[in-house]
């Protein structure tokens, strides 16, 4: 990817993360349920792999991987990154947010576990598909 491309996903994923953070006020999402959390957590894990398969099925085979690498860092890292300035600096919660936001702390893993493993399953259909 061209440092144009890593400057944009960057910059996508900080948007994302305002959005997100803009949407949780007044708490945080600490004003909802943990039944709620953990519904719209699920909704959301549900997403994300759709966007993944959308995403991902545009790319050809040799780049594929690379991207899924690319956007598992950007969508985890920087949120990972601003909810610690956040909720463990700002807030004082210090590394004890990753406890009390699990909501949070679960997306900084997911799309690890649906990026790559997406990736590596539309190559295998994509050789399968092949004559």
């Not at 699920?42 to 993944?52: E, N, P, Q």
């Not at 099925?57 to 860092?73: C, I, T």
């Not at 210090?94 to 690890?112: Q, S």
Request: net charge positive.
């Amino acid at each position: 990817m061209t440092p144009r491309k890593h400057l944009t996903l960057l910059l996508q994923a900080i948007g994302v993360w305002f959005i997100f953070w803009l949407i949780g006020l007044p708490a945080y999402y600490q004003q909802y349920a943990t039944v709620t959390m953990a519904v719209a957590s699920v909704l959301l894990s549900v997403a994300i792999s759709l966007a993944a398969i959308a995403v991902l099925r545009g790319v050809d085979d040799d780049a594929r991987k690379p991207r899924a690498f690319w956007l598992s860092v950007y969508y985890t890292a920087p949120f990972a990154a601003l909810d610690a300035l956040y909720c463990g600096w700002y807030l004082g919660h210090g590394p004890g947010f990753l406890g009390r936001y699990w909501y949070l702390t679960v997306f900084y893993v997911t799309p690890w576990l649906t990026f790559i493993p997406t990736a590596v399953l539309l190559r295998r259909q994509s050789t399968s598909a092949r004559p």
